[in-house]
């Protein structure tokens, strides 16, 4: 069973950056099939972005593209969300997700328990 652990949730103010982390405790790599969902208040989860084992470039959320960044460390079975020019609306509680071999992560097998990322003045 893979176990999935975010980090690096916290309150920032509008405008500001953060980077949230997850690492993967697998034997093998994982990394191919990680990505990001979020959950805001009231909301349904939503996919932010991801990678997928059948390659191609991660794909984003309209709502973030051109400000999040996904990236991964497949040494340390680790992935990032670097987060830019942040906004109230994407006070979500932020979930890394991951995918079995072959998979994709808009379609995850497994979910860590999550970091709270808020943004308000």
């Known amino acids: 069973q893979v176990q999935l652990v975010e980090s690096g949730g916290r309150w920032v103010q509008p405008g500001g950056s953060l980077k949230l982390s997850c690492t993967a405790s697998?034997?093998?790599?994982?990394?191919?099939?990680m990505g990001w969902f979020r959950q805001g208040p009231g909301k349904d989860p939503e996919f932010v972005t991801g990678?997928?084992?059948?390659?191609?470039?991660?794909p984003y959320a309209d709502s973030v593209k051109g400000r999040f960044l996904i990236t991964r460390d497949h040494a340390t079975n680790t992935i990032y969300l670097e987060m830019n020019k942040l906004k109230p609306e994407d006070t979500a509680l932020y979930y890394c997700v991951g995918s079995q071999p072959g998979g994709t992560s808009l379609r995850p097998d497994y979910w860590g328990q999550g970091t709270q990322v808020t943004v308000s003045s």
């Open positions: 990678y997928s084992w059948r390659g191609g470039m991660p």
């Open positions: 697998a034997r093998a790599t994982v990394t191919p099939g």
